[in-house]
């Protein structure tokens, strides 16, 4: 019968199986490394041949291809270049010469127009204001109120470079005097994430809601990096009280405007009414904060441009 083994053994034999363990893990390492540098080695190999057989395809067909007459596009009167690489693939594949013709630049920039404008219609820009910028919005187009106008836009782009308080409101009762538009290139100036809404229009909207889908839209004019309100306090949802609004739009917009206010996003407001009447449709609070930062322009006296162009 053997001996037991002492203490200092058992040690040694549980060592000497903990290396072992270790060493054959070691060795399935370095066989999986191998074997992927093999499948590596493979890869690289196969993509180099593919290569070469591209670039051997494209040179072959290339003097045919560049000899072949240009398309011309079927909407615009623009010679279409060949697409020499795929058009090489594609007579390699067909043992044919097979030309593919590279876009039409007109199509692509009117389908790129047609993508912004319609980035800028879901973010609620009015169709008829997708090209206003501060750029292009129209200060002289009479001359009796061109100056007030003009400074007006100075004012509105001055406030948009240093944006030193929250709120630009534009007032002024009469439709058609170039509000929304101002409101809309001041709004594009500010960010790339903006919304417009029409006051009441949206409102009708919110009302049809359900809750959870209420309090999302609540929250995105809460947090959108800047925000048109056109044509402020133009509806009540319900009974008028002495102020001529009603609890429900203060408490919405109390929401929507403190939230902006402490969080310095900009918020460009539009409305037909005077200072007074504006001011009655919001809470104490929300007043108070608007009065603390904002910008006002009116545009009180300014005539109006939609009715001047429809002969009134």
């Known amino acids: 019968m053997s001996e037991p083994l002492s203490p200092e053994e058992r040690r040694q034999r549980a060592l000497d199986r903990a290396e072992a363990a270790k060493a054959a893990r070691a060795a399935e390492i370095a066989a999986d490394e191998a074997a992927i540098r093999q499948r590596i080695e493979r890869f690289m190999s196969a993509a180099a041949k593919v290569q070469s057989r591209r670039a051997s395809i494209i040179a072959h067909w290339t003097p045919q291809i560049e000899a072949a007459p240009l398309a011309r596009c079927s909407k615009h009167p623009v010679d279409l270049a060949h697409d020499i690489e795929l058009s090489a693939i594609q007579s390699a594949k067909a043992n044919r010469l097979t030309i593919v013709s590279a876009g039409c630049p007109l199509c ?4 790129d127009i047609r993508r912004a404008e319609s980035r800028l219609i879901r973010a609620g820009i009015p169709p008829r204001q997708i090209g206003v910028r501060l750029s292009t ?13 003009a400074a007006a836009l100075g004012r509105v782009a001055e406030w948009v470079d240093r944006r030193p308080n929250p709120f630009l409101v534009i007032l002024g009762a009469r439709g058609g005097t170039g509000k929304t538009a101002l409101g809309v290139a001041a709004l594009r100036a500010l960010s790339t994430d903006f919304r417009c809404i029409e006051y009441r229009d949206w409102f009708s909207a919110t009302l049809a809601m359900e809750f959870d889908e209420r309090f999302a839209e609540i929250s995105l004019l809460r947090q959108v990096g800047a925000l048109l309100i056109d044509d402020f306090g133009n509806r009540t949802t319900g009974g008028k ?16 405007l403190n939230h902006r206010f402490e969080q310095r996003l900009p918020t460009v407001i539009t409305t037909n009414l005077d200072g007074r009447a504006f001011a009655g449709r919001l809470d104490d609070r929300t007043v108070d904060r608007i009065r603390a930062g904002r910008l006002v322009i009116d545009a009180g006296d300014w005539p109006s441009k939609r009715a001047a162009e429809a002969g009134i």
């Open 108 to 111: 692509q920039e009117e389908a």
């Open 241 to 256: 009280d002495a102020a001529g609004g009603n609890l429900f739009e203060r408490d919405i917009m109390g929401q929507i």
């Open 137 to 149: 919005w129209d200060a002289n187009w009479e001359p009796t109120f061109a100056p007030q106008r």
